[in-house]
């Protein structure tokens, strides 16, 4: 009856009153029942007309219990029974309903589905707060998700999503611009034919723009987006050409001895993108190095006395990064200057700093579960160059040391050395090493029992395990494996009184 009744004060709150009550029976459950129930006596029609009721109270507790009511309806039934509602839900000013809407296309998970193409200049459109809201958070993840099930090509990038899309991006603000740029990068990566649309609409060239930017934080996204881009050899050619990545050194370079908060932001950001680079599809590791050498920056930044403790991690994090890959790994190897930088750091820090060599130290050991001969190498001499050669001691000193942090780098780094034929051969010929890492203790942390079970386990599974470790050493490692990482011996204790 309410429904029918003029909206006035009383039938509002009478409304809201019912509503409320109603989203605590769905929650209450049981669901299947109250779902029934409740369409049979309020169609979905009345739902979506409230939503155009004029208080915002009645609005938000509407859409809550119509999310509600649509949580088991699939995306196909949502489009074909919905789909006059689905537009003005998305233009709606409240952003409950705008969510409510959103949340929807979620469920779309093939490229098959039933889809409008009206429907993607309107979600694109809400990309256009200039303030970061659930809606625009979701309207990113939205156009995501349809990117990665195939609707880009047939429904996003349509003359009308094209406009819309220029629209945002020529609102003023870099969060609206960024946003857009967001779902470019993500679209982007997809296929070369996306790129290459968005490349003839001139959305590219748009975003390449950005890099000569004078605020600091427009040019750090613009960095963190490029790794995205570069996903086959035909963006990261077009990026390249257009000299992104000579300008990114050259920034770097001149941010040197820059000691203010910008220049230490602008040679982070881009001594990361260098790192991330190497991981990118499109990117041939070697040749891309060559070209732009970051490495030899990264040994002078770790050499330098001067540098700011926030550099010389930064310069350790993105050195582990890039010899994570086995092909950047064979790079520095030959280049020599930054691992050798490395060892230096290595062997004159303590305490969080060497954590932080030791992580680095990991990625580079553990960047592949089957090493290739000339990386297994090229890890190898890093390990004779770490400690003077007499790493495993020094690792096995920081974990007796008993800090959380320094046990779990410290072990992880050994766990990496058994992935390698001359890490367990050199973890066999240190019996004081074996035999502390055979030590249980329950007084460790869960997450160092993990990581020391990690070193055992990788360790027994290695093929050279059973050349190396002599017949009693490789039962009580296999027998630890067994045991689990939690094991705690029950056998009974023997007191030893006095005579």
Known sequence: MLLQSEPTTEVIQGLREAFENLS???????????????????????????????????????????SQLLKPVTWAMVHQTFEEYIIQGLDHPHPVVKCLVLDQFLKCDRDTEPFSPQYSQHIWMCLESKNDTDATKLA?????????????????????????????????????????????????ARSDAIFEILRQEGIIDMLLKESSADDVLVLMNFYELLPTMCASPASFEYLDNAGIFVDALACIDKAEGDSSVTGSLLRVAGLKLFS????????????????????????????ATEASGELTTTAINCLGAIGNNADALEYLAKEKTALAALASVYDRSIGQLRVECMQAVACIFGHSASPSKSASQACYELYERLADGKLLASLVKEIMKGFEESCVAGLAVIQKMTLHAWGVREIASHQNAINYLLMRDSSRGRLVQQWQFAAIESMAKSEQAVVEFDAATLAQIQKYVRDGPYYVSTAPQVALGSS
Do not use: W
């Open 24 to 66: 605590k029976q769905l929650k209450a459950g049981p669901f299947l029942e109250v779902f029934e129930t409740t369409l049979s006596n309020i169609p979905f029609a009345a739902l979506f007309s409230l939503l155009a009721a004029p208080d915002n109270r009645l609005v938000a507790i509407v859409a809550e219990v119509t």
């Open 140 to 188: 990113k993840k939205v156009l995501e998700h349809l990117c990665a099930v195939g609707m880009a090509t047939d429904y996003l990038l349509t003359g009308e999503s094209i406009k819309a899309m220029r629209q945002v991006l020529g609102s003023g603000g870099e969060s609206q611009r960024f946003r857009v740029y967001d779902v470019v990068a993500a679209a982007s």
């Open 276 to 303: 991330q680079m190497v991981d990118t599809g499109g990117v041939r590791p070697g040749p891309f190095l060559e070209k732009y050498p970051i490495a030899p920056r990264l040994g002078q930044m770790l050499l």
